[in-house]
């Protein structure tokens, strides 16, 4: 089945960096648009970040162009988000998933998502 597993969160300082990761298992993870999703308390889910299948497109959110970065590797099924210049609304529970997310008994799936906390 799929299987999203998101990590490197963690607490960082306003202006700091953080790179997050994501391994993806259970579909051809080549073949699909990638992205980058958070959710802060509070607050609706929003995309960050996508990119295609070959990484010939990619698109960013506005609050984080020039700032974020997505990445991925098909041979690892891996998609990552390098993060600098973070600050403190960048702060929410970070998610990958296809883009539109994937569905499963007609339900969007998560995974557990990473956590980023920006705090001085």
């Known amino acids: 089945q799929v299987q999203l597993v998101e990590s490197g969160g963690g607490l960082v300082q306003p202006g700091g960096s953080l790179r997050l990761s994501c391994a993806a298992s259970?579909?051809?993870?080549?073949?699909?648009?990638m992205s980058w999703y958070r959710q802060a308390p509070g607050k609706e889910r929003e995309l960050v970040a996508a990119?295609?299948?070959?990484?010939?497109?990619?698109n960013y959110a506005d609050s984080v162009k020039g700032r974020f970065t997505i990445s991925r590797d098909n041979a690892k099924k891996t998609v990552y988000l390098q993060m600098n210049s973070l600050k403190p609304e960048d702060a929410a529970i970070y998610y990958c998933?296809?883009?539109?997310?994937?569905?499963?008994?007609?339900?969007?799936?998560w995974g557990q998502g990473t956590q980023v906390t920006v705090s001085s």
């Open positions: 990119m295609t299948s070959t990484g010939s497109r990619i």
């Open positions: 259970g579909f051809a993870f080549n073949m699909f648009v």
């Open positions: 998933n296809t883009n539109p997310p994937w569905v499963v008994f007609g339900r969007n799936y």
